[in-house]
């Protein structure tokens, strides 16, 4: 499954598995332990409070308050070509961190440490394989997703 984002996963077995095809499907999601009801992002397959293996998922608004960010400038191999580039690390809503690029919705000069954005999941199927990244845009920002009926 996770070959699908240019990664292959040796594992034969990992409980958050669905967690890819929720992405491919433009879900982002989440997961609340049945036994504490914390909830966790990125999915876990145990809780990081309770350390049960009980879980299920839930899908995630998006809405998140930026924690902390930095500019890249001295980009690592592979990304050169696309310095320079500003990512922040999130607080999402209902729980859980995320890092993320900030999108074109986001003039870096606004970008401020407990602002609100929106968490977006992009989704190139274009390519042979599959690529997901998440980028941070202004509230309310929507993204494609399958219908849920």
């Not at 990992?14 to 990125?42: E, Q, Y």
């Not at 999108?103 to 042979?128: C, H, K």
């Not at 845009?137 to 997703?145: A, F, M, V």
Request: with cysteine; net charge negative; proline share 5%.
């Amino acid at each position: 499954m996770f070959k699908w984002f240019g990664k292959v996963n040796y594992t034969p077995y990992t409980k958050v598995t669905d967690f890819a095809r929720h992405l491919k499907d433009g879900r982002l999601m989440g997961t609340r332990c049945n036994n504490c009801n914390a909830i966790s992002f990125p999915p876990r397959g145990d809780c990081e409070e309770c350390m049960s293996g009980d879980f299920t998922f839930v899908e995630m608004s998006g809405k998140a308050k930026v924690h902390t960010f930095t500019k890249i400038v001295a980009a690592p191999t592979g990304f050169e070509d696309v310095a320079p580039y500003i990512v922040g690390v999130v607080d999402l809503a209902e729980g859980g961190r995320a890092l993320a690029w900030f999108g074109e919705t986001v003039s870096e000069a606004d970008i401020e440490i407990g602002m609100d954005v929106q968490i977006v999941p992009r989704i190139f199927e274009e390519l042979e394989d599959i690529k997901v990244y998440y980028s941070l845009e202004q509230p309310g920002t929507t993204w494609s997703k399958v219908d849920t009926m």
